[in-house]
């Protein structure tokens, strides 16, 4: 039995709730306390999240010129950043349990997502 159940349709409607999630909450959280970058850099991967979404042949997609597959690599390359984040840059206490967490979601999706010579589904235009 494959547990592999997120396709690229599932992955395409996370993706806008993901960006302005990685936007706001740093400042709902008050994030920052042990590093200022620690707030900026989910504000500024919130923010190219949205963008590659926006850009991402996928079903939420709205000018569609980032293949799906590139899409999915840089969210593996964002979650593998995240987790190392707080050694990286002296990120602790709350910056890091959310870096260590968001980054452990991203690449949990990735994990659980269908192969992507599966996960093609026809996009309605």
Do not use: C, K, Q
Request: no cysteine; net charge negative.
């Amino acid at each position: 039995m494959d547990i592999r159940f997120v396709t690229r349709r599932i992955h395409a409607y996370l993706d806008y709730p993901v960006a302005f999630g990685l936007i706001g909450l740093p400042f709902l959280l008050g994030l920052g306390a042990s590093n200022p970058l620690a707030l900026w850099l989910s504000v500024a991967t919130g923010v190219a999240a949205f963008v590659l979404t926006v850009l991402t042949d996928h079903e939420t997609g709205i000018i569609r010129v980032v293949p799906y597959s590139l899409h999915v690599a840089v969210d593996f390359l964002v979650g593998l950043v995240f987790v190392a984040a707080p050694f990286l840059f002296g990120f602790s206490g709350l910056d890091a349990w959310f870096y260590w967490l968001s980054g452990g979601a991203v690449l949990t999706v990735i994990a659980l997502s269908r192969p992507l010579s599966e996960a093609r589904e026809p996009v309605s235009a």
